[in-house]
């Protein structure tokens, strides 16, 4: 059977479940904010074994150990219950999370897609730029500060054509709305006021100029690459992913194969930070160069094969021993 660790709102696990069903393949959604609520975990170490079980409200138990394969897809935090007192809330909050974690290291590191360990690992993007660069991708220029000086001397040095972006990612909550810092040209008025925004580390590139973007999907050695044709709208040049915020804009994407060296660099940097499954973004050029941009070690994938037609439900599902 397979396990699925997932929130309740996560459209990719619908549409990887209906694959599931329809293939008659045994499966386990563990929707996280339901812990405490719709199921309970015990967990018993002693000298002779170890027990995990998950414990649902109709009666039915599962042996955690079991299960042949774990996908973990973008759990949230449990909603606990009502009443416990606002003082004691953090303290309850660590102690589920840390439940949560604990089980997770109880099953074999083997059986996952990703393992949250090594999906922490992967998700920075400043060392994904220094593994990328040692395994043969060319990246972009690169500079990460707060010093006027230094952003200033950077802007100069590429001639006023740089772009900015988020360190970790552009998206964040502001009172239960999600907010969007998307990547943007910097220009010059930002540069001549420095002075008035407030000194949060920003990442600063040197721009790419783009022939496409192409959203590369790895899973173990399968690699399914998608042009998004990001410069046929202004809209989408720099940030081709505000497409999906703008009304009755049709951003085109079609299924292109990668060198044959480029596909091999991609699968390699997926296994250098320990992941079966990576998302990676990249630029192709009109001199027919790529770029690395990111990795994404839990990136959405369900609206690539919608569009596109490429076969992830499925070899997911292999990649689960199905």
Known sequence: MLLI?????????????????????????????????????????????IKSSILFEDGSIFDITKFKSVYFRHPVKPSLNSNIFEEDLEFAEREVLETLRSLWRIINIKKWINHPKFLWAANNKIEQLKVARKIGFNIPSTLITTIPDEIIQFYNKYNGDIIGKAVKHGFYKYRKKVVIANTQKIDISFINNLSNYAKIPMIFQKNIRKMFDIRVTVIDNEVYATSIHSQAHKETRIDWRVWDLIDNLDLLHKPIKLPHLLSDICIKITRKFNLRYSAIDLVQTPDNKYYFLELNPNGQWAWIEKIVGHPIRDSLIKSFGY
């Open 5 to 49: 660790i997932t929130n309740k709102s996560d459209i990719t696990t619908d549409y990887l479940i209906l694959r599931l069903q329809e293939r008659n393949i045994p499966y386990l959604r563990l929707n996280t904010e339901d812990y405490l609520k719709k199921y309970q975990i015990t967990m018993s170490i002693n000298k002779s074994n």
